[in-house]
């Protein structure tokens, strides 16, 4: 296939877990790539469950670091793992030297191999088979992924190495998850970090999509445990992707948004159960569509804590804002939202991260701002009704609060995003469900 300007048209794929979990998928997946040849990478997960209160390879393989970092035997979830790898070979009828590489893999768990190490094997083994399968190059992670030295992902060494190494459009298989650090020592993601090593491909191939294969058809508007039913979302941009954060890290690792959102490729979520769906795009722009809800999708969380400060004259006390955020960095907390007024000042913070500080910054708030008034609401849930078309479509707050004023919801807090994509609303944790119901009943029915 080719592009507008006459090129080969280049795809990155990634399959997570459950679309890699045994021979059948296997299959399913080669049937995939095979189907378009533009497809012309592809990074898998290391296998995932195959029904539920299955074990992840991953798990296991964490598990065995744990057991031998106790000076405890853990043949048991090697076996386990080694077994699901086996099943998947004999029933393929491959050749590469499983044996071989699970002795080996075996015997640095047993000299005392990190967790790091360890629970990179699933995507490693899980890449050698696939290449074996398909007859594709294998290219080990370790060779084109690069940490520093402090654990943080190098990007631009990945980037020249990888576009080095890979971008000669020869199929090949990138194991997801792991790379290196500078003294040769294997370095992981964070878990489900697959997703981010799709997305470093994709920027260093120049891919024109990155196809994020799962197990779900993309992206819904609301938490289907909450709202019966809820419409499927076939484009979004990933500024809206972002505002949904509470939503979008369960389908896809939050991480894998910048490397790809950064360079505009689009990335795209599509279902190996069902490789007909079209999935969900996301993009760096798109149209407003003229017959699309206006809002794209609502998404919230649980569990906040606000600490509100009010002080007369607060806007002409130069450093007051910065001095009370001081408190909460130096506490290691982080902030979610922070809606002010002209004497006020709000911030919302996580109730967990809040809870073993709490007297301290009560007690440094009142010392270093000398606040009118602080108090502190919690059990508060934050709820983000995002869309690109709110801008240009007048009355979308007003009818946003009208429906949770029909429904009986009290506001605790509004705050409208500078980027103008969101509306964000703050109400007890009782009313979290109810709030999300009556924002998507009023704009979606
Ligand atoms: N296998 C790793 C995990 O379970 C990474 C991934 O699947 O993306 O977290």
Known sequence: MMTSQGQHKVIVTKFGGSSLADAGQFRRVRDILLQDPARLYVVPSAPGRRFSGDDKVTDLLYRCHALQSQGQDFSEPFEKLSDRYREIRDELGLSVDLEGELSHIRDKISRGADAHYCASRGEYLNGLLLADFLGWRFMDAAKVVFFKEDGVFDS???????????????????????????????????????????????????ADAYENWTDVSGFLMADPRIVENPREISRITYAELRELSYMGATVLHEDAMFPVHKVGIPTIIRNTLKPDHPGTLISLSLPVEPMAPTVTGIAGHRGFSVVAVEKAMMNAEIGFGRKVLQIFEESGISFEHMPSGIDSLSVVVSGDALAPHREEIVRRIAEEVQPDTLTIHDHMS??????????????????????????GINVRMIDQGSSELSIIVGVDDCDFEKTIQAIYQEFVG
């Open 382 to 407: 934050i709820i983000a009704t995002v869309g690109r078309g709110m801008v240009s479509n007048c009355g979308t707050a007003a009818r946003l609060f009208s429906a949770m004023s029909r429904a």
């Open 156 to 206: 631009e060494k990945t980037n020249v190495v990888m576009m080095a190494l890979l971008a000669d459009g020869i199929n090949t298989v990138v194991p997801g998850f792991y790379g290196v650090m500078p003294d040769g020592l294997v370095h992981t993601f964070s878990r489900g970090g697959s997703d981010i090593t799709g997305a470093i491909v994709s920027r260093a191939v120049r």
